[in-house]
């Protein structure tokens, strides 16, 4: 008996030599697996926070309305264009949305429960099949659940926002095709700009040489025009002188006569006998009077004479009827003593009692048309 029992404590204690061991490793092991599920508890916790909680709201629409025109030479008021953003979903580029928080007490202790328990500590036990239940609210598997929910819906959202993108991408490079046409027609206009402006400045230096010219010409016109006054001027008084020569040798002449006729008594001397006396045959030179009214379609003009004009032309009781002269006008304004000649006129009426004359205006001599204040010489 005594044999047996030794060999029974051999045994227990060979067992609880074993069991002591067995007890060490699942010490061990134990320790690994409440460090593992520690780390994983962790970097669940992490990986859940990279995960946004919910969908971005949705976001108004975008109004871009692109100018769908040809570019031409014509102003255009209302260009035609089309919206090029209705479809993008501007939602997505919303930013910094919350993410799943499981850091919490409560969340930390749910992800450590495997099987759901109730507030008594008790397993939840599932009324279908009577065994404690591992889904659904207070289980682990509920926040893995709800993770992996997130995981997909953001990964829709970024598939979605890739879609996007890609269409972005379409758009982007069309537009760069569109803008690199545009500059090339662009680079072609400045071109043809440029070559315009240099035909521009051209024209204008050889317009202002051009102008100049002109200027010069008129100047030198008006010049020659002043000088041929002048020149029939004096060419109408040596006229008017060798007329005047003319009629004194002629009257002399007759006068010759008949004092020869006298002395041989046949004949009596000729002449005017009235009270009245002739009317002159010329003036002397010098500016006379003015223009006051002038009608270039009727071809006449009224004159104002000084009183000593009229004297001379009328006589000093305005006795003599108006001769019928010749007189030049000019125009006030240019340093010459001739001035701007503009044409000639004969005298044909005097109006009784006043300085004013009728004349007509000799076209053949006109340069411009007569205006009031014109100057009457002789």
């Known amino acids: 008996m005594g044999k047996v029992l030794r060999g029974l404590v051999y045994v227990i204690l060979i067992l609880s030599a074993v069991s002591l061991f067995f007890a060490y490793k699942l010490f061990e092991k134990r320790e690994l697996l409440t460090k593992r599920n520690s780390v994983l508890e962790d970097q669940f916790i992490k990986l ?33 264009k089309e919206s090029v953003l209705e479809s993008y979903a501007a939602k997505l580029e919303t930013q910094n949305l919350p993410t799943l928080d499981f850091s919490s007490n409560d969340k930390r202790l749910q992800l450590r429960h495997y099987y759901a328990l109730t507030d008594t500590g008790a397993y939840d036990l599932d009324p279908v099949d009577n065994k404690p239940r591992v889904k659904g ?56 700009l440029k070559a315009q402006k240099e035909q521009v400045v051209a024209l204008t230096t050889e317009k202002e040489t051009l102008e100049g010219r002109v200027a010069k010409l008129t100047s030198e016109k008006k010049e020659l025009s002043a000088e041929l006054a002048d020149a029939k001027n ?5 006229n008017e002188e060798k007329v005047t020569l003319t009629e004194d040798l002629a009257k002399l002449r007759q006068t010759n006569e008949d004092l020869k006729k006298v002395l041989s008594g046949k004949h009596t001397p000729t002449g005017d006998t009235s009270t009245g006396s002739t009317a002159v045959a010329s003036l002397t030179a ?26 001379e032309m009328l006589g000093a009781e305005r006795q003599n009827a ?43 001599w006109q340069q411009v048309p007569v205006e009031k204040g014109d100057v009457v010489f002789f």
Do not use: C, H, W
């Open 48 to 80: 859940a926070k990279t995960i946004e909680a919910a969908d971005a709201a949705d976001a108004a629409a975008l109004t871009v309305q692109k100018d769908t025109s040809e570019v031409s030479d014509r102003e255009l008021a209302n260009p035609e």
């Open 137 to 192: 609210p207070g289980t682990m598997q509920e926040l893995m659940d709800q993770l992996f929910d997130r995981a997909k819906a953001q990964q829709a959202t970024l598939n979605k926002t890739r879609a996007e993108l890609t269409k972005m991408r379409e758009m982007f490079t069309g537009s760069i095709d569109e803008i690199n046409k545009l500059k090339t027609d662009g680079r072609a206009a400045k071109v043809e």
């Open 234 to 238: 004096e060419v109408e008084r040596v």
């Open 286 to 311: 010098g500016d006379k009077g003015k223009i006051i009214e002038a009608n270039d379609d009727l071809k006449f003009v009224i004159i104002e004479f000084s009183g000593d004009a009229m004297a």
């Open 322 to 364: 108006l001769p019928q002269l010749d007189m030049n006008v000019r125009r006030t304004g240019r340093q010459s003593a001739a001035g701007e000649f503009v044409t000639r006129i004969k005298l044909r009426q005097a109006v009784q009692g006043k300085n004013l004359v009728v004349a007509d205006i000799l076209n053949d």
